[in-house]
């Protein structure tokens, strides 16, 4: 198969930040080692989006004159926000209000292994349980597309929302493994030093997140950003090779050398 004709396999992924203690924090969970994409890196929670995830539009707030593929891209975060570590960005019909920790520990009695095997939608969750899905607690923060070489081409919508006060975040045991609550900077320091595999988007907008002081400035931040698709280029170097990203997408630089063994990446412009 030529690389004009590798299929783009759509995905969305949540960055869920909270104030800690020292500074912003974002959840983070580590990948399973025999999951064919990024196995055992640090990553963000998220997956591929599931064609019934549109099913859930009339279940949804903040959802005005969306187009159908961002609904899906949004509607597949909160999911997978779900799915991989026990958070619902969602509220009762009548609320505006996050679903408090009580009752979403019955949602997840009920639905969360169903949901993640695919035998039900989020719209069956959302009918039975009365919940409207908070998309309107989601910021739009990044847009990556995998340059075309590589064997698995992903459209990949990120969003960045506030993680609940009393939502328990925590690694479901099959598609990751282990989960924390990460400094931006300190996952991107802990790569460096080999401790983590963090993949180049990853580090990248954890770099990007890593600018804000905290979760207002955050979110506040994300608003008023124009998010930019982002698809490096990518070109040999004797020391592994480098990848060109648009200056005008916010991060730290436009062009970095990524060494062979993927631990070290160094800022040449």
Not at 32 to 43: K, N, P, T
Not at 75 to 93: K, M, N, P, S
Request: a negative charge; aromatic letters at 6%.
């Amino acid at each position: 198969m030529s690389e004009a004709e590798k299929p783009t396999i759509s995905a969305s992924t949540v960055l869920l930040i909270r104030d800690g203690a020292t500074g912003l924090e974002v959840f983070m969970v580590v990948r399973h080692q025999e999951i064919d994409s990024f196995s055992g890196a640090l990553v963000f929670p998220g997956g591929k989006i599931d064609p019934e995830d549109i099913e859930a539009r009339q279940y949804c707030r903040g959802a005005e004159g969306m187009d159908e593929w961002m609904l899906a891209h949004r509607i597949a975060a909160v999911r997978e926000a779900f799915e991989e570590c026990g958070v619902l960005l969602a509220t009762d019909r009548d609320s505006e209000d996050l679903i408090e920790a009580d009752q979403l520990a019955g949602i997840e009695a009920r639905w969360r292994a169903d949901l993640t095997a695919g035998r039900i939608t989020m719209a069956d969750v959302c009918r039975t349980e009365g919940l409207i899905l908070a998309l309107d607690k989601m910021v739009h923060y990044a847009h990556w597309i995998t340059p075309r070489i590589v064997p698995k081409v992903f459209d990949t919508q990120f969003f960045v929302a506030r993680a609940p006060v009393d939502h328990v975040a925590l690694h479901d045991g099959s598609e990751s493994t282990d989960s924390e609550w990460l400094r931006p900077e300190q996952a991107v320091a802990d790569a460096e030093l080999g401790k983590r595999t963090v993949v180049f988007p990853t580090r990248m907008n954890l770099l990007k997140l890593s600018q804000y002081e905290n979760v207002d400035a955050a979110m506040a931040g994300s608003r008023a950003a124009t998010v930019v698709t982002v698809q490096p280029e990518v070109a040999a170097h004797p020391k592994g090779r480098t990848l060109k990203i648009p200056l005008e997408a916010g991060y730290p630089g436009s062009q970095f050398l990524v060494e062979e063994e993927g631990a070290k990446v160094t800022n040449l412009s």
